[in-house]
């Protein structure tokens, strides 16, 4: 898998935006770029992903840069409860795709 | 539906004894996935595995480790004669699929070696 490079921590406050970077520049034509996130003392916990479009779900927004070497997670109002460590992981189309590896994350600390 | 379950929650074995960890999938789910988190580290791939096959070991340690995926009941990690640096947080996943598909994760066994 492709290497990403992510900010070691961000803080935030309750109730506002939070916009988590990832970078990847060589992220190849066939990478998905997938986000989990892990709450303390859980598993981790698949958040969202994306090839080329923007993507929204229940949980959060991706936006892709359109060359796509990097790419940014938007929780559009923090709560105490989004305070994990979140993942930003590429994971190829074909090949050994099966296998999700991870870095060492993003640590989200959210203020009450 | 229930999520992937693991069990024990928490393990505790003496230097030189074996650890079973069990993993029971997501109902549906096929592909079976172990990871290890070290304390302070991130985690780190150890086996995939279908319904009787291993596919990928590449992450296990070579020796003392081994891990089955039956065709009825749980995947089992087992680690015999346990030492020190096998105290982690073991984690086990679950996809429907094994091409893409997000993983679902159990909320792991804590493994701690006297």
């Known amino acids: 898998d492709a290497k990403t490079t992510q900010p070691n921590s961000m803080e935030s406050n309750e109730e506002e935006p939070v916009h988590l970077p990832c970078n990847h520049s060589?992220?190849?034509?066939?990478?998905?770029i997938h986000w989990y996130r892990q709450l303390p003392s859980q598993g981790p916990e698949y958040v969202i992903h994306?090839?080329?479009s923007n993507v929204n779900n229940r949980m959060a927004s991706l936006a892709i840069a359109e060359d796509r070497k990097s790419s940014t997670l938007i929780l559009h109002r923090a709560t105490l409860r989004d305070a994990a460590v979140y993942y930003c992981i590429l994971r190829d189309l074909g090949g050994s795709n099966y296998k999700l590896t991870f870095g060492k994350g993003t640590l989200l600390t959210v203020n009450p | 539906n229930a999520g992937v379950m693991q069990n024990p929650r928490h393990l505790v074995r003496r230097r030189g004894q074996e650890a079973r960890l069990r993993c029971s999938p997501m109902k549906g789910h096929s592909h079976v996935y172990w990871y290890r988190q070290l304390p302070e580290e991130g985690l780190k791939f150890m086996v995939y595995l279908q319904k009787e096959n291993i596919i990928d070991e590449s992450g296990m340690p070579k020796e003392r480790f081994s891990a089955e995926f039956p065709k009825e009941g749980p995947s089992i990690l087992r680690i015999q004669q346990v030492v020190r640096g096998d105290s982690a947080a073991y984690f086990c996943a679950s996809s429907r699929q094994g091409t893409n598909e997000k993983l679902f994760f159990g909320s792991g066994t804590q493994l701690s070696v006297l």
């Open positions: 994306g090839l080329t």
């Open positions: 060589t992220i190849s034509g066939t990478d998905y």
